[in-house]
């Protein structure tokens, strides 16, 4: 083991497989995380630990972990005094934010958080659902949910639940009247480790290969080959915030043209430019753009 070492805390959970499929894009071997809490990752200066993301941020913030990940939904419910290193745009099913709802049954004729006066509302997000009712003016009895809070919809008056693509809550017949918050996931540091020089730069780091890795996952590269004559026309198809590399080729009379652009976009180019006169066109995949 190395004598300089980060300790880094890894969400166990909804967001495990996510962080260690991310980890692995971004040039990291990671094994043995389906059977300790204590995955091995190839890299003698990183310790890797297995937490639940709601405990997170008081570890980072105590100092018994230098760094982790966790939702920025669990930071503010704690409360934690810690360094936020980057935000990370990925999350268990999407790249999407995901949101702590305020649900009710449909049948249940409420339309607006101010009819719940009175009531009890049954959630895991406790501290951020109590202040959000108070900053309302609302009097309600604020529950902790140990899991399936949909189910406790109907045995209670309302419920907050954390929903990415709102699925769950409509297969369970409820209707959303508010969201109390929109959380993604964060990189965060403790405000001791973000001073020490080593740990510092190792966060950072982490934090640059990560969001390269993020960054390509919805960009590809595209190759093709472009007579000269053509090159003016061609050019002018591409993405105007481009710079492409253009090279020369042992045929004189062409160029080879090479660019980063989304997988999207590529869609309604690749034709164009085919139509305009490229050949020998490909895209390939991309494992980290650094911008």
């Known amino acids: ?41 190839d890299d003698p200066q990183i310790q890797l630990i297995m937490l639940r993301a709601q405990e997170m941020s008081r570890y980072v913030e105590d100092g018994v972990l230098d760094a982790g990940f966790t939702g920025y939904d669990w930071i503010r419910e704690n409360n934690s005094d810690v360094h936020e290193v980057c935000e990370l745009q990925y999350s268990k099913a999407t790249s999407n934010p995901t949101r702590w709802v305020l649900a009710v049954p449909n049948e249940s004729g409420i339309e607006k958080p101010e009819e719940l006066e009175g009531g009890i509302i049954a959630t895991e997000l406790v501290d951020a659902t109590r202040r959000y009712f108070e900053e309302k003016g609302i009097n309600v009895k604020v529950e902790f949910s140990w899991g399936a809070t949909e189910v406790k919809a109907r045995l209670v008056n309302g419920i907050v639940e954390l929903t990415e693509t709102g699925s769950s809550i409509k297969a369970n017949n ?15 540091a403790n405000n001791d480790a973000w001073a020490d020089d080593f740990k510092k730069q190792k966060i950072e780091s982490i934090a640059i290969l990560l969001n390269a890795a993020i960054d390509a996952k919805t960009l590809v590269g595209l190759k093709m080959n472009v007579l000269k004559d053509s090159l003016e026309a061609i050019l002018k198809l591409l993405p105007a915030e481009k710079s492409p590399t253009v090279a020369s080729l042992a045929d004189e009379q062409y160029v080879a043209i090479e660019i980063i652009i989304s997988e999207k976009d590529g869609r309604e180019l690749i034709p164009a430019l085919k139509r305009a006169g490229a050949s020998g066109i490909f895209t390939y995949s991309l494992n980290n753009v650094i911008h």
């Open 1 to 41: 083991m190395s004598e300089k070492l980060l300790k880094l805390g890894i969400p166990k959970g909804s967001l495990q497989k996510a962080t260690f499929d991310l980890f692995e894009r971004a040039g990291f071997n990671v094994t043995g995380f389906d059977r300790s809490y204590f995955p091995r990752i």
């Open 174 to 188: 409820l209707k959303i009247i508010d969201t109390l918050m929109t959380s993604t996931t964060r990189f965060i």
